[in-house]
């Protein structure tokens, strides 16, 4: 069911990742300006590998000579060479000591890189959202598009940070390792390689059944998060029409796929530990086998033997690595696919060739012929005509669903129209820069929108660069000063999260002072005394008046009382005009504004 606050659920696809290649190379290139850290990574990943690797073949010679002089004193033909094994043990701490600083310096970097990767995605997913139409968040619910932020962007980072470093080093190590092997046994290296088959097989398995999992895991994750956003904040909706039940309800299916998708991911994933370890060990009782059998016959020392039985350990070690490595790839790149989908998506046109400037907008509007649908196939604006001269107050008025808010989406150009023209000065709104253009509105909408932050702060937003005074005077002007005051630190008062700390009409009075401040040509007021009481209202009123003069308005309104003194009322139905003119003309008429207006004081 939809959400209270309007979202709505949906279900997300369970295949997996659309173009998995496809996305990699995006990643590849989405690092390219980070080329030489990377390949400082690899390098001291490839060291740090080698390194270790040399050290127990180095080490094994120390267990020959233990063992040899072990022999030489039972025999009494000789004794350990304490000296020879000391010098060896150095240079195997000496090659660990160097490998290990060879992996800080590689860990150190690559988390580096892995940061500046996640802020660079952060910060485009930002601005990417300043240049998304609206259509698109009135599609989805708020939690969906946090999640691509907040736990996609984690995901990749998480596992982008490990899974590169494993790639590396477990390649290098299982290369380098095999070449060791080599050196001491090809025939015991190639009872080892037989696992390899198996290891791979069974890996390739895993992947093809988890990796749709995992897609699904990351978009119910944001899925959850939506639901659990809009019903904490709408939790009082929730209350007051009872549906609590009903959403536990809802939450527990969309919570029963998302534990259902986590589940399989992470079992499957789970069980590559597992068989690799029972391989591994198979290639130890193989190694043990046949290391005895060459012992016997001379072809290789003791010390050999037991390098070899390392080698086999470093060996399956970067194989169940690479296992991992896998599963955090999977998990990683449906996360970012996600993201990439999203700094993909459809943008509104911000910049206008020969744009016409704004900076000396009269407001002189023309609505021709307009016609519009959110839908194409479904219009609801149908042949819109006005004209409103510079500094006039207009006032549109009609039964919910008209098309009353539609016209100002239309005017802000948060949507374009389908057909005919709306005009500013002249000018067609596409010959506007989309953002300039927006600057020569205010607005206060019927939905007031705080910030967490002081009263101060939030006021100044409509102009930053604003002084102190200037605030506390349209503050005044909105009436709003007096009440400011008798809070703890007046204007210092600190605004919660939703500012739910003050009543709503001192919200709409803060919003309403902010527009003041703001002292933009234009101005739009959706229902903006709405959430205020008669005797506030008529205050705010005089100050709105006073604010207009010179200014031209739209103002849309259901309490027709506020607009008695527009200059010309607009009256909508089914998203045509049906009426228009001034308070007088229009009661004369005894039409359709008659009888609304006469419905609220009946």
Known sequence: MPGPMGGHGGRFSTAKAKDFKGTIKKIITYIGGYKIGVIAVMI????????????????????????????????????????????????????????????????????GITQKLCYKLRRELAEKINRMPLKYFESRTYGEVLSRITN??????????????????????????????LSISPLMTLITLLILPVSLTFISLVMKKSQKYF????????????????????????????????????????NATLFESAWRSQFLSGLMMPVMQFVGNLGYVGVAISGAFLAIRGSIEIGDIQAFITYVKNFTQPMQQLAQVTNMMQSMVAAVERVFEFLEEEEEDQITVNAVPVENVK???????????????????????????????????GPTGAGKTTMVKLLMRFYDVNGGSIELDGHNLKAYNRNELRNAFGMVLQD???????????????????????????????????????????????????ATNVSAGQR?????????????????????????????????????????????SFVIA??????????????????????????????????????LYNAQFA
């Open 44 to 111: 001291c990943a490839v060291l740090s590998a080698i390194f270790h690797i040399v050290s127990p073949k180095i080490l094994g010679k120390a267990t020959t000579a233990l063992s040899g002089g072990l022999m030489g004193k039972i025999t009494g033909t000789g004794g350990i060479d304490f000296d020879y094994i000391g010098k060896i043990l150095l240079t195997v701490l000496a090659l660990h000591l160097v490998s290990f600083v060879f992996s800080m310096i590689q860990g150190f970097t690559m988390s």
């Open 152 to 181: 996609d962007i984690d995901t990749f980072g998480n596992g982008f940070n490990q899974s590169v470093t494993q790639l590396i080093t477990s390649v290098t190590t299982m290369i380098g390792v095999v070449i060791m092997m």
């Open 215 to 254: 897609k699904q895991q990351q978009a119910y994750l944001g899925h959850v998060n939506g639901q659990v956003e809009e019903n904490y904040s709408g939790h009082l909706v929730v209350k007051a029409f009872g549906k609590e039940k009903d959403v536990i309800a809802e939450f527990d299916r969309t």
């Open 363 to 397: 407001g002189i509007v023309d609505f021709k012929h307009v016609r519009f649908g959110y839908d194409p196939d479904q219009v609801i604006i149908k042949d819109f005509n006005a004209h409103v001269n510079q500094g006039q107050q207009i006032a549109i008025v």
């Open 448 to 498: 007031t929108w705080l910030f967490k932050g002081s009263i101060m702060e939030n006021i100044r937003y409509g102009r930053l660069d604003a002084t102190d005074e200037e605030v506390i005077a349209a503050a005044k002007s909105a009436h709003a000063d007096h009440f400011i005051r008798t809070l703890p630190g007046g204007y210092n008062f600190e605004l919660n999260e939703d």
């Open 508 to 552: 709409q009075l803060l919003t309403i002072a902010r527009a003041i401040l703001a002292d933009n040509p234009v101005l739009i007021l959706d229902e903006a005394t709405s959430s205020v009481d008669t005797r506030t209202e008529h205050r705010i009123q005089k100050a709105m008046d006073n604010l207009m003069k010179g200014r031209t």
């Open 558 to 595: 259901h309490r027709l009382s506020t607009i008695r003194n527009a200059d010309m009322i607009l009256v909508m139905k089914d998203g045509d005009i049906i009426e228009q003119g001034n308070h007088d003309a229009l009661m004369e008429q005894q039409g359709f504004y008659a009888e």
